[in-house]
DNA sequence: ATACAACAATTCGTCATACCTTTAAGACGA
DNA sequence: TCGTCTTAAAGGTATGACGAATTGTTGTAT
């Protein structure tokens, strides 16, 4: 009954088990704001104590926060939380927390500030670069997004890769490794912007912009496919705002066993 | 002047002693590619024995490595490097390890490329938000550069500074990260740029651009701010190529003991 | 020969315990 | 008042043993 779900998570962080289970929690704590920042956790041994756990795995756990950002170890000292400015924000188990805890919001809305800069920007650049292959992959997600249309979560799936395929197209390293950090957030996000009732019209409208987008991209078009992804990424920023607005609120999506 | 000097590299990175020594030592040996994605690292016990330390301390430091994304383990199966597209590219150690193992080049022009993006934008956002602080920031870093025109260090940070100040006035939590996550990397980029040898006017020039920049936001004119800040960062670029052509590679930078 | 079930071997995962190293903080003396 | 010494608290490292998961193989029945 414990891992029964994985809901929408990544669990290929290829950690398993009791250290996932402490690496989860006392991240989730951190994110939710239940030890503020400059305070202490409990030493190694009480955690220890806490969780029924050896040190051993208290203290890898505390590697991964660690490296995270999110906590700060020093001998003799103990373990404190750092300041938020060096949470590792792009990190998948940073941006699930911010969800899980309800602080999402705030995150999404900067998130979407950023994509609103960044694919059209990305959009440009696969204009001039994208390969065979990245142009094939652009297709099939706007064909499976056109397939779709009744099915939310698999149209939500396809309107993410063919994002991610802009991002991977764009043949910037960082600009990828952007996408596939965000990816199971967006993912969530796609979800929650659906949930604004948007008639089949206006699906059909999201999947028009995204083939002239793709369209732009084939032509080598830069500046035609950054203007149409802005007005996508505007378009997915309003109705993710109405949703937001609408109560359904993004906690309906964190709710977990535990 | 104890702190004075640590090479470049951020040693605030609250691991010290023979972890550190195992992170460093296995995260350059991968990031310089000496073992292939999807190749096995040696097991753990091996892995000690190399390096005469504990499993324990292989097993804290794998940890490290793996929530930087730079390999995968599975039990019974061993250690694996993970393709490249995993690696946290948004972290400074990697980063750094790119630098140091001779890999820096491609990483920086990418790096550029993004920052040809964000940057315009972050100005433009600072221009509607900064606030009193954060102007006065801005201003500081200006008048730094003014006076450190002949101590190219110190003028490499106070430029730094300026554009991180852009970035913390942008109030979006994603830029601030990545300008915090960039920063060593940036200062080594721009010390690299002012080895092509600009002469003090082109300093001045450097300055007066910065400092348009400067009151564009302080007069709220966003679209000048951006304007001006992409002037600013192609300059930038241009200097940065022209010293990676000269020869006077990165490598230099990057020799330290041990 | 093929399919499937039981088993063994390997590698990481966890535990318990002991001791080392660093460093904050108080005691002490100049 | 200042600097030095002592000490105790917390994390850092070392061993050795056993547990758990997964792979590959062996063996058996069809």
Do not use: C
């Not at 979407?112 to 059209?120: C, D, G, K, N, V």
């Amino acid at each position: 009954m414990d891992n029964a779900y994985e809901p929408l998570s990544g669990s290929r962080s290829s950690i398993r088990g009791l250290q996932k289970t402490i690496i989860e929690s006392i991240g989730r704590t951190l994110v939710g704001g239940k030890i503020l920042p400059g305070e202490f956790l409990p030493t190694e041994p009480e955690l220890g104590a806490n969780y029924n756990v050896s040190r051993t795995s208290v203290r890898e756990a505390m590697r991964v926060l660690s490296a995270k950002g999110l906590i700060e170890i020093r001998q003799k000292v103990g373990t404190r939380v750092q300041e938020p400015e060096h949470w590792n924000i792009f990190d998948s188990d940073i941006l699930r927390w911010h969800h899980e805890e309800g602080r999402g919001d705030a995150v999404m809305l900067d998130l979407i500030e950023l994509r609103q800069i960044l694919e059209p920007a990305a959009a440009k650049l696969a204009a001039n670069r994208a390969n065979m292959d990245q142009h094939r992959s652009l297709k099939l997600a706007i064909q499976t997004m056109q397939d779709q249309l009744d099915s939310p979560e698999d149209f939500a799936r396809a309107d993410l890769d063919f994002h991610l395929a802009v991002y991977e197209a764009s043949q910037n390293s960082f600009l990828l490794q952007f996408g596939s950090v965000v990816s199971d957030f967006l993912r969530r996000v796609f979800i929650i912007q659906q949930q604004a009732v948007r008639g089949r019209e206006a699906l059909e409208l999201d999947v028009q912009l995204h083939n002239e987008v793709y369209e732009a991209i084939n032509r080598g078009d830069g500046q035609l496919a950054a203007d149409t992804m802005l007005t996508v990424v505007l378009e997915g920023k309003s109705s993710l705002i109405e949703a937001l607005k609408s109560g359904a609120n993004s906690n309906d999506l964190s709710r977990r066993g535990e």
